[in-house]
């Protein structure tokens, strides 16, 4: 953090703490003034009145509050940030500034006024903060990513076994030994001690997976490793936490009650992985295909959280675990864009979670540490805490076959607890299995084992040397991320029912199926019959390319298969032009189009197809051709990728490649140079070009041949090398005009080859 940063937040601060001290000093005087007006009046402004008192200025407090939340959430969250910690521990020392530890000591009547106690003015930033504890299980669901759990395996099980078992072993025995003058209720102790345990045990899966994304370890295995078992470990945990919840309900540990909220979990589990899964999917789908207001799948994710939520307080089990398991199942589904995700995450960020930090620093009161009796038990939280995970990873990581410095890694990854610890806290707080005391012990901890874990983690990971498997895994992953298709998340198909729409069908399903990326299907034809039949063998063409796609990129990236690719139909409007504009409001990162009147026999393309893909404005994929083949010619096809530098041809190298790794077809890339493009600096020289797609080539494990050619007339090169091929794709730019145009050179191209050709307009 540089110094000029550390004066403008410095400044930011003070611009609040004034704002703070002329909001609390209006306080003050309102406080004066109706102490005044109750002592001449006989005390009767708070009751009935109509309004009358302090109760009549309850609505600006409430806002006050979210605004001072926010604000200063805000500030110390950036502050944490570029400090390199996470925000929500910012968040967290805000509320610890605005509450009784820091505020309330230095100035309690602006602490009272602001955050007062009273049950009516309580109740409403209380019910804002259990809203967000669900928002949150719900964010931190669809970051659970359980294709990662399944491909690390056996060692992330062992570990998140023994990180569990060892602390939770550890804060059960602790809360045994807990003096009774900091337990809610002696009689109650068991639930106190499973409060301690799940929460000593739990790690935090989204300060673990930043520190490893920013040490660039994503795609090592010991980073996967890590990542994979705190998603475990925050599942099993709230798993415990639903069973506790349970137990503290029904008022007595006995077997039967315990009994029955198990098997009441596993019901849920058991309908939530089967039949929930498959049904929220198809709810997101209806909604996004089907709705035109704006933010309606955002609408459909929060009713299913809340009905998941319902179903699990009808069980016993509280609300938390059907949130978690929501977000989950709402993370899985593929119809979950980009987009939709970034909408409900800023939501989330934005609101919720600094104010939900913000009123948990607020409810911890950090005087209590000035007793040494309560500092010392702090201690021993915070040893006993961080000694039993750390041993827990550790000795997991020897189990699962971790050399004795990736352990030591792991055991420092673990012991982060963040917003998780909090999270049970207060939930704990909240059902009185844990004093305000114990509260503020367990945010200490999760406070300091947050913030030393990014650096402790960051100093053991550096030391780690790459293996081969995984230099080539990282070189992989920066090839994806300058990559075309890797960006895109749903395909929208235009055909009908000639071998064009077939081909396109083909090449559709092979891009879909390498990335697990859901399809749409537009029908054009006017026939209803034949709609259907054609329909039927395009699914059916999709269905077997996509799958031939997911085993070829299976083995290329040593992965499980990609998702089973989810195909819809989409049927709305009239005429083509109709159905394609309807389909584009869906959100669709790539359209694919093939018609038998695609170009005339002059060489250009038709204005029928101009007029099916004027409402898409992404990238297109078109395919063109006078006299199409059965689409199963592009099994052992030979495909010619014109290349010149650009990034609009790397664009139409990259799609070749994904069709020709499912295929099984042979590449040749052909720089094609025109002689007054050779001399503008600008441009790259075939040598860095060629060198650029055959690195492209290999992350699809394609071994290509490469030719060279210069031309004035740069169309002629290609027409001369593509009567040796049985396809042409192109990367191409779309040019202004009222017939679809991608330039001279693919319309001199249509004109002198009859073969198929896919320009790829991006």
Known sequence: MQYRDVKRAGAMWLAALVGLALFALFADHALAAEAAKQAAGGGGGTKGGGGEGINSIKEPIFVAEIVLLLVTGRLMGEVMVRLKQPSVMGMLLAGILLGHSVLGALWPGAEKFLFPSTPDQKGMIDGLSK???????????????????????WAAVAISLSGIAVPFACGFGLGQFLPDSILPDTGHR?????????ALSIS??????MVVREMNFMRRNLGQIIVASAIMEDSIGWIIIAITLGIAQAGKPDLASVAKIAVGIFLFLAFSFTIGRRLVALIIRWVNDNFQSEFAVVTAILVIMGSMALITAAIGVQTVLGAFIAGVLVGESPILTKHIDEQLRGVITALF??????????????????KPQMALITLAILAIASIGKFGGAFIGGKIGGLRTSESLALGCGMNARGSTEVIVATIGLSMGALTQNLFTMIVCMALITTTAMPPMLRRALIRLPMSKEEKARLEREELDAKGFIPKIERILLAVDESPAGKIAARIAGAIAGARGMPLSIVEIEK??????????????????SAKEAAASTAEITDDEKPRKVDITKLDKGDTPEEKVAEA??????????GIAKSRTKAGE?????????????????????????????LEDASILVPVNGTDVSRRGAETAFVVARSAGAEVTALYVSAAEAARRPSRRNEAAVLKDINALAARYDLDIKTAVATDRATEQPIVKQAAKHDLIVMGVSKRPGTVLFFGNTAAALMKDWDGPILFVAS
């Open 131 to 153: 809203l967000g504890i669900l928002m949150l299980l719900l964010l931190t669901g669809m970051e659970t990513d359980l294709k990662l759990v399944r491909k690390v395996g």
């Open 190 to 198: 068991l639930v106190t001690s499973l409060f301690l345990g799940t």
């Open 204 to 209: 935090s899966i989204k300060i673990v997976a």
């Open 353 to 370: 979670m600094p104010v939900f930090f913000g009123l948990s620093g607020i409810s911890a009161d950090l005087t209590i540490l000035a």
């Open 527 to 544: 026939n209803k019959a034949k709609a259907d039949e054609a329909e039927q063998t395009h699914e059916r063409v999709i269905k077997d």
């Open 584 to 593: 584009a409001k869906q959100g669709f990162g790539m359209m694919f189009v």
């Open 605 to 633: 393309i038709t204005r029928e197809l101009t007029r099916i893909v004027g409402d898409f404005e992404g990238p297109l994929a078109v395919l063109v051709c006078q006299d199409c083949p059965d689409p199963s010619f």
